[in-house]
């Protein structure tokens, strides 16, 4: 179970919301970004693979509780074709070099308000070098960038404004402060779109830029936290009535390899296992109600 019904996380999240090589482009435009792309795990590592058949993102989620900076993987194609040719001297003057990525960030819309944060800039520019070599035999190149998209300085505003002033976390009247979990509300949330374009230069010193590619994002607060279908329980002393206490729990355990756990990744567009977080994080990745083991065997938390 989570925090939300499956109904809701389907609409609300881009868990499983991907698709093979999904793109967005003009024919016309000789250098765009193509998609979004999703890690690829194998074992342990994480891979970001430049072949456009590989998972891509349709849209972002930005669980606040977890961080407050969002990472992008643009998926960089050209379309300009191999020149070189050895037998008549001619260097490559094709190959396209990416110097960065010029970022908006709006609510709601790609026209709506610019989001803004303290002492930061929107929008406002990430260099970040990538080198994507030319297309040949009729195959266009590709590359991968990945860079944080979204600054702490506006994560922390939309934390701000969807967990504490919109209510996304709160912690009921009454609540022992030695109690850690607080309530999670992850139907508050807030629609933001990052408009993303490259820009650079070729081999032979043309300058590109890209067209502005718009990829939403839904922010909100505890609502990638998945928790088992039936929640374990634990004993947690006795009560003043001389009973043992039984609390919800989320106990340390194996956690199957995922996106979620790749750096950078953990807290966006994956849903994450309460297991993988349950020790380092016990007021996130525990469930409402749970008991430190060290509390008195009198204290209630729900």
Known sequence: MSRLSSQTLRSLL??????AGAGCADNEVSVYIRAMKSPVVSGVICTLPSDPSTPSLNEGVLD?????????APLIQSNIFSRADMTANRTESSHLFIEGFIVEAHEDSPDGP???GSGFTNPFTVYQSLSVIPGVGGQPGTGVAFFEALPTQIGQALYQEVCVTRGGITRPAGLDARCPVPLYNPRVSKRIILGVSAFGHTGGGISVET???????????GCLVQFPAAMSAMASGTSDAGATRVVPVCNPGAVVAGP??????????????????????????????FVPSTAPATLTCN
């Open 260 to 289: 979620a756990q790749c750096p950078n990744i953990t807290g966006q567009d994956f849903a994450v296992d309460c297991n993988f977080c349950s020790t380092s994080q016990p007021s996130l990745c525990q469930p409402f109600g």
């Open 64 to 72: 606040l509780a977890f961080k407050t900076t969002y990472h992008l």
């Open 211 to 221: 067209p502005k590619f718009n990829f939403p994002v839904t922010a909100c607060c």
């Open 114 to 116: 610019l989001i803004s």
């Open 14 to 19: 881009a868990l499983g919301v991907l698709s």
